[in-house]
């Protein structure tokens, strides 16, 4: 057995259930605020970024053992065992990796099922800042990973098989990203949605502030009026009743 093989990889995981996952999380957040929406988005956005590193990762992993067993030990020349030990290192970096990225999405799983017991506000900020770090390193050590693989490469079929990978991956995580965008744009239109609709809001209680104070003033100003009327009704009654008062 190679040395490469006494430590095998993690099982991978059912990217389905996991995909899975991120929908039930989202169907029980339901009509949450935009915060929590936003919070269990950034969660989500990470698990699917994982999924994909981790594929690639494998597929790297696989073409470069492949290629490594292709030549028997015994008949390598000093540069070819130079070769095979960039190999061997090559797959020993891939197989670290896997093993972070199949813990972050173990995380990622984790946290996620306690969205249904956890408000989402109460999620570490940490942990959010945390998971965006751990991925962005990722994405950068598979492409260093890629790199290296395809410098060591023996044909241009190998070469082109491990860009392949690197391409697609990179397609598919620009789409996240694009996707992400959207989400983004979809939050900030919501966001502008409703504090349109809390400004229209006040300027109608403004409104209604106003058509209550001017028919306040109204209700006033008929009543003066009307002291008035009755005033000047009693200072008449008052002068008609001098003369008949002065008579007796």
Request: charged fraction near 25%; aromatic fraction near 0%.
């Given at each position: 057995?190679?040395?490469?093989d ?14 899975a996952?991120?929908s039930?999380a ?20 990470a698990?699917r970024?994982?999924?994909v ?5 494998r597929?790297?992993v ?7 067993h ?36 173990l995380?990622?799983q ?5 969205v249904?017991?956890t ?7 940490h ?6 770090e ?63 609709g ?20 109204a ?5 003066e ?6 005033e000047q009704?009693?200072?008449e ?9 002065a008579q007796?």
């Amino acid at each position: 057995m190679s040395p490469q093989d006494e430590h095998p990889l993690p099982e991978e995981l059912d990217a389905r259930t996991e995909r899975a996952s991120f929908s039930a999380a989202r169907h029980h957040v339901g009509e949450a605020g935009l915060i929590q929406l936003d919070t269990l988005e950034q969660i989500i956005h990470a698990g699917r970024e994982q999924i994909v590193v981790t594929q690639a990762l494998r597929q790297v992993v696989t073409a470069t053992l492949k290629q490594l067993h292709a030549t028997p030990p015994g008949q390598l020349s000093a540069l070819t065992q130079q070769h095979r030990a960039n190999l061997e290192g090559i797959v020993q970096s891939g197989r670290a990796q896997i093993q972070i990225a199949h813990r972050l999405r173990l995380t990622i799983q984790e946290t996620l099922a306690q969205v249904r017991e956890t408000p989402l506000e109460q999620i570490s900020g940490h942990l959010l800042n945390t998971l965006s770090e751990s991925v962005h390193q990722q994405v950068q050590d598979l492409e260093a990973i890629i790199g290296a693989a395809v410098g060591q490469a023996d044909s241009l079929e190998q070469v082109a098989g491990l860009e392949q990978v690197g391409t697609q991956a990179a397609a598919r995580l620009q789409q996240m990203e694009h996707d992400r965008g959207e989400h983004e744009l979809m939050k900030l239109e919501r966001e502008a949605a409703e504090t349109l609709g809390r400004i229209r809001e006040l300027e109608r209680a403004g409104q209604s502030q106003a058509q209550r104070k001017n028919q306040l003033l109204a209700e006033a100003q008929t009543a003066e009026a009307r002291i008035a009327e009755l005033e000047q009704a009693s200072a008449e009654d008052q002068a008609e009743t001098a003369p008949e008062d002065a008579q007796q």
